[in-house]
């Protein structure tokens, strides 16, 4: 009777059952707990910190922040497929859509905070016509960003400085323009401590305004008015729009939502709940009131306000276009 004979593996080797990477399984997992959150606080924390102390200049800190707070929204959205039974495909789209994403969301604000090369810096236009007319170079451009800024006379009593109202008009080879507002100074009730208060002065010396300019040519401003008559000099700046018209970034937006509520709807993971599709909805908001706001230099006043007012009107449009696409999609049966 034949005897069957079973192969011994050689002494000293036993055959390795397999096992799953536990340094990759902990690393996904801190990664989806605490690491990212964490690290995305502490550069909001120490950007803001720099920028209070003068260490960093306000442009770069802010940057910084907003990349960090874009960072972290991301993470709320896409944390699901940091779950080690995510499949693969998912985490590698959710990857790629990543990037688009931050790319896309922080363009605007890095546009805000860093205009670019001036067409004009720093020219002077007195009340006498002194400096007129000012030739702005902004052939080629459709669009520019007019930057005033001015100064206020000071008050004998020591109260708020009286306004100056200021009009200037601008002449081009299609357009003219008439550019008019006032700058001010106000005095506001500040609490020290508990019980202390202080009266601070709150002046409004300088403004943002966008331009059009359909002929793609040069600009000069031939009249300005500055009521009262003795104020100080208006300093102009001028810079080339650095983005697209409304009916561009509009699509873009819409093109981006559609994306990602597609990807939340879509995907293997059913756990997201529309969460990124609310993070980017809430972000386009906060970009527009960051780019509309009349701030000349943005700082972290000017994005807590923005996500302030901006943020919650985002929020709730992006409710909407989650409940919509809950409707209109159906989720696939995996």
């Not at 409004?204 to 793609?216: F, I, K, T």
Request: aromatic letters at 6%; proline letters at 8%.
């Amino acid at each position: 009777m034949a005897t069957a004979f079973r192969m011994r593996p050689p002494a000293g080797r036993r055959p390795r059952a397999a096992s799953p990477n536990l340094t990759a399984l902990l690393v996904l997992d801190a990664l989806r707990t605490w690491v990212i959150p964490a690290a995305a606080s502490t550069v909001i924390v120490a950007a803001a910190a720099l920028s209070i102390t003068g260490l960093v200049s306000g442009g770069g800190a802010l940057a910084a922040a907003i990349v960090a707070a874009l960072v972290l929204l991301l993470y709320i959205g896409e944390r699901p497929l940091l779950a080690p039974d995510a499949p693969r495909r998912d985490q590698l789209l959710g990857a790629a859509l990543g990037v688009v994403w931050l790319a896309a969301c922080y363009l605007p604000f890095y546009t805000r905070i860093f205009p670019g090369a001036p067409l004009l810096e720093g020219a002077e236009i007195k009340a006498d016509g002194s400096g007129l007319p000012l030739r702005i170079p902004a052939a080629g451009h459709s669009r520019i960003d007019l930057v005033l800024e001015g100064k206020l006379p000071p008050n004998p009593t020591g109260g708020a400085a009286p306004p100056v109202h200021y009009r200037l008009v601008l002449q081009g080879r299609d357009v003219r323009s008439v550019v008019e507002g006032q700058f001010e100074d106000t005095l506001k009730t500040q609490r020290l401590g508990r019980r202390g208060t202080t009266v601070v002065h709150q002046s409004h010396d300088s403004e943002l305004r966008v331009l059009a300019n359909p002929g793609n040519t040069d600009l000069t401003v031939t009249q300005v008015t500055l009521e009262p008559p003795t104020a100080p000099a208006v300093i102009l700046s001028a810079f080339a729009h650095p983005l697209p018209g409304s009916l561009i970034l509009g699509l873009a937006a819409a093109a981006l939502l559609a994306a990602v509520a597609a990807f939340d709807r879509l995907g293997a993971v059913a756990e997201t709940d529309g969460a990124l599709t609310l993070a980017t909805a809430a972000a386009i908001g906060a970009a527009v009131i960051f780019w509309t706001s009349n701030a000349v230099h943005p700082d972290f006043r000017t994005l807590v306000g923005s996500a302030i007012f901006g943020g919650p009107v985002g929020f709730a449009a992006g409710a909407l276009l989650w409940w919509v696409a809950k409707k209109l999609i159906a989720r696939p049966t995996r």
